[in-house]
C-alpha cells in the first residue's frame, strides 16, 4: 500500500513563500510521477505542478510558472514544492499524488492512483 504524507502548508501574507513536502512510503521512487494539485473551496481540483523521478522532468500550470518549483529526491522518497511569491489566489487545500509508470497526462488527476490528505495553504492580501 503507498501512502503519501504532505507537510509544510500554513498561512503566509502575500509576496512569501511556503516549502511543501511529499514522503512516500514506496518500494521504487524512482519508478513514479508525482504531482501537485491543489483544490480552493467551490472549485474544483486543479494541477499544480508534477516531475517524472525517472528523467527529472518537469511540467507546471501556467499560473504558478516561474514562482513555484517542484523537485524530487528519490533516495529520501520526498518532492518537495517550493512556493515564492505567493497570491491569495494560491489559496488552496494541496494535495500531492503519486502513480507508477508513465500517465499519459501528468496534469490529470484521474490518471494518479495514490493521494495523500492534503495540506491547507493560506495567503492573506
Known amino acids: 500500500q503507498v501512502q503519501l504524507v504532505e507537510s509544510g502548508g500554513g498561512l503566509v501574507q502575500a509576496g512569501g513563500s511556503l516549502r511543501l513536502s511529499c514522503v512516500a512510503s514506496?518500494?521504487?521512487?524512482?519508478?513514479?510521477?508525482v504531482g501537485w494539485f491543489r483544490q480552493a473551496p467551490g472549485k474544483e481540483r486543479e494541477f499544480v505542478a508534477a516531475t517524472k523521478l525517472w528523467s527529472g522532468f518537469k511540467n507546471y500550470a501556467d499560473s504558478v510558472k516561474g514562482r513555484f518549483t517542484i523537485s524530487g529526491d528519490n533516495a529520501k522518497k520526498t518532492v518537495t514544492l517550493q512556493m515564492n511569491s505567493l497570491k491569495s489566489e494560491d489559496t488552496a487545500i494541496y494535495y500531492c499524488a503519486a502513480d507508477p509508470g508513465a500517465p499519459r497526462r501528468i496534469d490529470v488527476s484521474a490518471e494518479y492512483d495514490y493521494w495523500g490528505q492534503g495540506t491547507q495553504v493560506t495567503v492573506s492580501s
Open positions: 514506496v518500494g521504487t521512487f524512482s519508478r513514479y510521477v
